[in-house]
């Protein structure tokens, strides 16, 4: 499977360009075979925006069915984060859409970081997986991905893929460079990683977004600037696959 993600800047509560920017990146995915595209967290309206409460987004809103249309019209999967408004309730959540512009997944992020996201949003309360291309796949969020438990959860319901759109921020360089790969090689699951980069009112992202194979392996990472990064995940090699799962002794 080939797989992509779109680090960029955050679009900044502008809505036509966040979704002019996922439509080139998507086109250019396509172009180039893969099979899904992942973006950042709360790509709709931004990470980091002091308004977002108001700028939240029901789930057949005008900007997300403007992208469905665009994954059929490229005929790729897309995983994108926005915030979603239900009734009273604000959600840190995740929409992805097939390559028939179909809703194939919906995913709200469990694991809320920090005292902001906390105040804002309601917390998710389950995990969710999908078909994508003949493999179990499933979405996660930036905190979320960090936690073994949840990690361990989806490997052992058969999940391979991981699509995690992320907003990692100063000072936590590790997460990219150690803790994703940590936890593809520990439940022998491929993670998709796709953080922002440049600054948003007082953060600064880090950048560094990944696709990391299921033994570990760092298949394409970026540095601190945009970049659309591409990767055929290889075949799962049972000899090197984790067996934690199953060897794992409950004390």
Known sequence: MRLALWQGPSPEADLDRACTQAESALAAAAALGATALVLPELWLPGYNRPDLAARALARDSAPLRRLA???????????????????????????????DGALLAHYRKVQLYGPREAALFTPGDRLETFALNGETAAILICYDVEFAPHVKSLAD????????????????????????????????????????????????????????????????????????????????????????????RRL
């Open 69 to 99: 249309a665009a994954a059929r019209a490229q005929q790729t999967t897309l995983v994108l984060g926005y915030a979603e408004q239900e009734d009273d309730r604000l959600y840190n959540s995740a929409a992805c859409f097939g390559p």
């Open 157 to 248: 319901r058969g999940v391979r893929v991981i699509l995690t759109p992320t907003a990692n921020m100063q000072p936590f360089t590790h997460v990219a460079r150690h803790t994703v790969p940590a936890m593809a090689a520990n439940h022998g699951v491929a993670i998709v990683y796709a953080n922002y980069c440049g600054t948003e009112g007082d953060l600064t992202y880090v950048g560094g977004s990944l696709i990391a194979g299921p033994h570990g392996e760092v298949l394409a990472q970026a540095g601190e600037t945009p970049a659309l990064l591409i990767a055929d995940l290889p075949p799962r090699d049972p000899a090197r696959l984790s067996t934690q799962s199953a060897d794992f």
